[in-house]
């Protein structure tokens, strides 16, 4: 199974409304990482968040991080038709030697629809 | 813009040809990647380079050759490729990669057919 999982795999919701979307995770890692990729699209960093962090946030998003449960969530407040795209999170493992080396594993992703 | 180009931005490729993806970064950065992207598969990492080094092989094919020549630079070979090697081809670059992880930039990606 995936070392990250999005949870909704999709999600549909009107202009105005907030959406969330979850990312579990199996093993303890350095960072997490959201992207969003519009379609056919490479992706664009949103936000990273470390893992002695708890909270982040940026304009419109804030992701939490909670190690104990080994999950993270991405909230986008007052959505707009713009913010359609597909959303991944990425975790960075430590190595052996407790330092990275630049891996990222990517879940699936979570396809979010706003609708006008 | 990311800073991240990559070129061409679709192929479409025979199982005997001989193809090449480019990808250039414009950011300063020291490492360059390699991802696939396939329909309902999630990105899937074939190499990394540090500082043009080769530190990354994820159990990919020959068939796949990448070359860095220079830290801006970096490209995938193709050549005898299979019809599931069609997927979307990511290039991403990040700061030193081993000092600790900053964020990836990712060009657009090379959209590949193989008939």
């Known amino acids: 199974s995936q070392q990250g999982e999005e949870d909704p795999q999709a999600l549909s919701i009107q202009e105005g409304e907030n959406a969330t979307m979850n990312c579990s995770y199996k093993?303890?890692?350095?960072?997490l990482q959201w992207y969003r990729q519009n379609s056919g699209r490479g992706l664009v960093h949103l936000i990273l968040?470390?893992?002695?962090?708890r909270e982040k946030h940026s304009g419109r998003l804030r992701v939490t991080l909670d190690t104990s449960k080994k999950s993270s969530s991405l909230l986008i407040t007052a959505s707009r038709a713009a913010d359609t795209a597909s959303y991944f999170c990425?975790?960075?493992?430590?190595?052996?030697?407790?330092?990275?080396?630049?891996?990222?594993?990517f879940g699936q992703g979570t396809i979010l629809t706003v609708h006008p | 813009e990311t800073g991240v180009t990559q070129t061409p931005r679709h192929l479409v490729m025979g199982m005997t040809n001989k193809k090449s993806l480019k990808c250039e970064q414009h950011?300063?950065?020291?490492?360059m990647y390699w991802y696939k992207q396939s329909a309902k598969k999630p990105l899937e990492l074939m190499f990394v380079?540090?500082?043009?080094?080769?530190?990354e092989n994820n159990s990919v094919p020959s068939r796949f050759s990448p070359e860095c020549p220079n830290s801006s630079h970096l490209f995938l070979h193709l050549h005898t490729l299979q019809p599931e090697d069609s997927a979307l081809y990511l290039c991403?670059?990040?700061?030193?990669?081993?000092?600790?992880?900053?964020?990836?930039?990712f060009g657009p990606g090379t959209r590949l057919t193989v008939l």
């Open positions: 968040i470390r893992s002695n962090e």
């Open positions: 093993t303890s890692i350095n960072n």
């Open positions: 990425a975790t960075n493992l430590p190595n052996a030697g407790g330092t990275s080396y630049g891996k990222l594993t």
């Open positions: 991403a670059s990040s700061q030193d990669g081993r000092v600790g992880l900053k964020e990836q930039f």
């Open positions: 950011l300063g950065h020291n490492a």
């Open positions: 380079y540090n500082f043009k080094e080769q530190t």
